[in-house]
């Protein structure tokens, strides 16, 4: 609402998933209150990321080129499919073998049916406003189907696990809605300034990226950017996700580029040579 450029999609990602486990087997080890010290690290990088966009520090991004940021949206996918994969491995060795082999099948069939949803613009049926259509909620519509799928009757399997998600309006652990900074011990306020500094600079490039891949010159936007005040609302943003208790969010990789192509009014022309 507040965004300078609201095309930019933002969510929580692969890295920032990866960065909250660290931080989670960081406090076991250290004996820290896991929320606290979690809302310190994000108060910190919320801070910094305020700063650096009053300093003008997105300004730098000028220098990325397509390539690194191709290459940092391939990092992205990898850690997408490498966590996949290893939480399929983690229920063959924790679960029993028809349930583990349920959801193999069900997410080797949710990807398959939204590679082929995703490429309906190439059909050869349907009306090309359809096919767009088909195309662009393709991949919800996969999730959607093959969720529903486990519900069959002759699919009910044992102990197929699922989302922990309470039945009332709730947070999931019944812990309270806010996390009270101010309980934190010294040590946990002064040993969060580091990774609050690793997460800013991963919000830098992560954020970045994904705002100069929803805004390249093929989209031919009429909006144009604001890199340093959307980054600012980002810092703000992440404040807030940390008194919440939950994950900060920032723009998505490969959604937000994704999401700007779908509402892309695309031509697509033949070259001719002698």
């Not at 699919?155 to 197929?160: E, I, T």
């Not at 959604?255 to 001719?272: E, M, T």
């Given at each position: 609402m507040y965004a300078g450029q609201p095309l930019v999609v933002v969510g929580v990602t692969g890295p920032v998933s990866i960065f909250a486990h660290t931080v989670y087997d960081l406090s076991t080890k250290f004996d820290f209150n896991f929320l606290r010290w979690m809302c310190w690290i994000g108060l910190w990088g919320g801070l910094i990321n305020i700063l650096l966009a009053i300093f003008n520090a997105c300004s730098l991004v000028k220098y990325a080129t397509r390539f690194?940021?191709?290459?940092?949206?391939?990092?992205?996918?990898?850690?997408y499919i490498w966590s996949a994969i290893e939480e399929l491995v983690r229920q063959f060795r924790h679960y029993e073998t028809e349930t583990a082999l349920l959801s193999l099948l069900l997410a080797l069939g949710t990807f398959y049916f939204a590679s082929v949803l995703a490429a309906a613009r190439e059909w050869r049926v349907f009306r090309k406003?359809?096919?767009?259509?088909?195309?662009?909620?393709?991949?919800?519509?996969?999730?959607i189907i093959f969720t529903a799928i486990q519900f069959f009757q002759f699919?009910?399997?044992?102990?197929?696990p699922r989302l922990p998600v309470p039945h009332n309006f709730n947070t999931t652990s019944g812990r309270g809605w806010w996390i009270n900074p101010f309980t934190a011990?010294?040590?946990e306020i002064c040993s969060?300034?580091?990774?609050g500094i690793v997460?800013?600079?991963l919000f830098y490039f992560d954020h970045n990226v994904s705002s100069l891949l929803s805004q390249k010159p093929d989209f031919n936007l009429k909006k144009g950017s604001a890199f340093n005040w959307d980054y600012c609302v980002l810092g703000l943003t992440m404040i807030i996700c940390a008194i919440l208790g939950i994950p900060p969010t920032n723009g998505l990789?490969?959604?937000?580029?994704?999401?700007?192509?779908?509402?892309?009014?695309?031509?697509?022309?033949?070259?001719?040579s002698d």
């Open positions: 690194s940021c191709e290459i940092f949206g391939c990092l992205i996918a990898v850690i406003q359809i096919r767009g259509i088909i195309a662009d909620y393709g991949a919800a519509a996969s999730v699919l009910k399997v044992k102990d197929l011990g010294a040590p969060a300034i580091l990774p997460i800013a600079a990789i490969p959604q937000a580029p994704l999401h700007v192509r779908s509402l892309a009014k695309i031509k697509i022309g033949k070259l001719y």
